[in-house]
Nanobody, 124 residues
């Protein structure tokens, strides 16, 4: 399986921004649909955003729309999650995932390759 490595997490204050990065082996983003999920303590893993191999995007519920942006650079085989206007409820471990095209983007079961996650903590 392709190795996915997340980075860019950290401790920030409410209202700040962070950009998460997911590096993948070459051409992974050209052949797979990519997504970001997050998991807060005591909660189930939650879909955040996805970008298909051709670049179409899907976002989670209203809580992140307008604040988070997923993008990718196929030349670098890298996926990004730009997070603006962060809120304490965004605190979670954020995971990058890859899926074969054709599977529902919002479902964690669609993804068979996961990174180890990066912690994002937003203080009030």
């Amino acid at each position: 399986q392709a190795q996915l490595v997340e980075s860019g997490g950290g401790l920030v204050q409410a209202g700040d921004s962070l950009r998460l990065t997911c590096t993948t082996p070459m051409k992974t983003t050209m052949w797979y649909n990519m997504a970001w999920f997050r998991q807060a303590p005591g909660k189930e893993r939650e879909f955040v955003a996805a970008i298909s191999r051709i670049g179409s995007t899907t976002y989670s519920v209203d809580s992140v729309k307008g604040r988070f942006t997923i993008s990718k650079d196929d030349r670098k085989s890298t996926v990004y999650l730009q997070m603006n206007s962060l809120k304490p409820e965004d605190t979670a471990v954020y995971y990058c995932a890859a899926a074969q095209p054709g599977n529902p983007a919002e479902q964690a079961t669609s993804y068979n390759n996961w990174g180890q996650g990066t912690q994002v903590t937003v203080s009030s």
